[in-house]
């Protein structure tokens, strides 16, 4: 089974954002998390593509929880990204509880990359700094 998962898991995550974070759960290594940045600082390279990124690895901690017959692994995926510490109305709270539903129906990696990607471009310039994210 874990073979089997984590060359799911390879197939989904693309080599840049496995640079950026890495989260150690259980028995294996899950790569996540962008870094904050504000697209009011074109130098800082900030880009939508990230958070599109950090939804496919959601999604993609989501179906491992799955096939390795996590108990609630709504519950799990949840914790993993400390979404019960993020603030109503915040850009975080919003930007997961859009993928969420998503995640949950197991969309496409491509159909998830989107949905976020779009969100992030919707959002203020400053929306993704961490006094606006949480």
């Known amino acids: 089974m874990r073979n089997r ?6 197939h989904l995550i693309s080599p840049d954002v496995a640079k950026r974070a890495v989260i150690t759960l259980g028995w294996m290594t899950i790569l996540i998390a962008p ?13 939508c593509h990230h958070w599109g990124e950090n939804a496919k690895n959601v999604l993609a901690d989501y179906r491992i929880r799955l096939e390795s017959g996590m108990d609630n692994p709504e519950a799990g995926t949840k914790e993993m990204v400390s979404y019960e510490n993020m603030n109503e109305g915040k850009t975080g709270k919003l930007y997961y509880d859009t993928i969420f539903p998503k995640v949950f129906a197991l969309v496409s ?5 989107v949905i976020a990607k ?10 993704f700094i961490p006094d606006n994210f949480y």
């Open 35 to 47: 870094a904050f940045e504000s697209r009011a600082d074109p130098g800082a390279g900030f880009s």
């Open 109 to 113: 990696p491509e159909t998830i990359y």
């Open 118 to 127: 779009e969100f992030c471009e919707s959002m203020p310039d400053d929306a």
């Open 5 to 10: 998962a984590m060359t799911m898991f390879t």
